[in-house]
């Protein structure tokens, strides 16, 4: 069973910034891309970003263009942790955050069902 555990959420001011991190359970040899999401009071879950793991993309990322240029995605084989550095945040970017990861591919990444895991999500708070 892989588990996503996401921490780092927090209240910030406008301007502000926060790093999340998301450890799992299992040897990212089987994910081909994992991603972060976000889901506002009374909005639908979007996309935020995605890396790339597996395959000819692999270290390739992708972003929402709400969040280019302040958000940045990473992740660490070694520790098995995906991270989502965020600098420069806005009010708007106030939601649950959750990280997921991909088994395999042949899905947009912007699509929830290509995600095979998901975590519980971490709250990010930005006060203006």
């Known amino acids: 069973q892989v588990q996503l555990v996401e921490a780092g959420g927090g209240s910030v001011e406008d301007g502000g910034s926060l790093r999340l991190s998301c450890a799992y359970s299992?040897?990212?040899?089987?994910?081909?891309?994992m991603g972060w999401f976000r889901q506002a009071p009374g909005k639908e879950r979007e996309a935020v970003s995605v890396?790339?793991?597996?395959?000819?993309?692999?270290?390739?990322?992708d972003y929402n263009d709400a969040v280019k240029g302040r958000f940045t995605i990473s992740h660490d084989s070694a520790k098995n942790t995906l991270y989502l550095q965020m600098i420069r945040l806005k009010p708007e970017d106030t939601a649950m955050y959750y990280c997921?990861?991909?088994?395999?591919?042949?899905?947009?990444?912007?699509?929830?069902?290509?995600?095979?895991?998901w975590g519980q999500g971490t709250q990010v708070t930005v006060s203006s």
């Open positions: 997921a990861a991909a088994a395999r591919f042949g899905v947009f990444w912007r699509l929830e069902y290509g995600y095979n895991y």
């Open positions: 890396i790339y793991l597996s395959g000819a993309l692999s270290g390739g990322t």
């Open positions: 299992k040897d990212t040899s089987n994910f081909a891309y």
